[in-house]
T-cell receptor, first 111, second 119 residues
Framework: DAGITQSPRHKVTETGTPVTLRCHQT?????MYWYRQDPGHGLRLIHY???????DKGEVSDGYSVSRSKTEDFLLTLESATSSQTSVYFC??????????FGDGTRLSIL | AQKITQTQPGMFVQEKEAVTLDCTYD???????LFWYKQPSSGEMIFLIY??????QNATEGRYSLNFQKARKSANLVISASQLGDSAMYFC????????????????FGSGTRLLVRP
């Protein structure tokens, strides 16, 4: 495995609560990504990071924020969770134009 | 806008036979990369194979090969000698070069094809 840990692996929460998902890597890769996976859509990019404190938006960034204060950690925050954010969230890492390697995913349910 | 299309929601194949999973793409960027990932029922995403737009030969990795037809904008995955463990979702993805950092590429995914290998 590529040394990527996502936490928590499963979470159930209520609408309107804040939620933070963590991605931790031990590979010292520069680039980190957050995707969400929904039926019929494949994976869609939420945010990505190209270095400490350097982040940019992806295709479906509304309602999400990210932070990267250390190379190894990339946090995804839902400030006020909505039911439409129920999904499986994947973190990925890469060194650049090499293939991205993915974590095992976080299943998030918002009731 | 860049786009990946996988037109086969589901497919069956007999064990030990070959199978082709279709992927077409749309981009105006002359430099791009195409990837295939496998997602078994356990949920993890596994990288299978990569093809660069300037690569002269089709990529191969063990039983996986990529039938890259640039003029037709297709990058089909061929799995030879299917095994029961090949039953999974398969995603085609294309690299999109970031407008900010051209080495920080983003992936655009197709909607996937579910492959079931019959014994």
């Amino acid at each position: 495995d590529a040394g990527i840990t996502q936490s928590p692996r499963h979470k159930v929460t209520e609408t309107g609560t804040p939620v933070t998902l963590r991605c931790h890597q031990t590979e010292n890769h520069r680039y980190m990504y957050w995707y969400r996976q929904d039926p019929g859509h494949g994976l869609r990019l939420i945010h990505y990071s190209y270095g400490v404190k350097d982040t940019d938006k992806g295709e479906v960034s509304d309602g999400y924020s990210v932070s990267r204060s250390k190379t190894e950690d990339f946090l995804l925050t839902l400030e006020s969770a909505t039911s439409s954010q129920t999904s499986v969230y994947f973190c990925a890492i890469s060194t650049g134009d090499q293939p991205q390697h993915f974590g095992d995913g976080t299943r998030l349910s918002i009731l | 806008a860049q786009k990946i299309t996988q037109t086969q929601p589901g497919m069956f194949v007999q064990e030990k036979e070959a199978v082709t999973l279709d992927c077409t793409y749309d981009t105006s960027d002359p430099s791009y990369g195409l990837f295939w990932y496998k997602q078994p029922s356990s949920g993890e995403m596994i990288f299978l194979i990569y093809q660069g737009s300037y690569d002269q030969q089709n990529a191969t990795e063990g039983r996986y090969s990529l039938n890259f037809q640039k003029a037709r904008k297709s990058a089909n995955l061929v799995i030879s000698a299917s095994q029961l463990g090949d039953s999974a979702m398969y995603f085609c993805a294309m690299r999109e070069v970031s407008a900010i950092m051209d080495s920080s590429y983003k992936l655009i995914f197709g909607s996937g094809t579910r492959l079931l290998v019959r014994p």
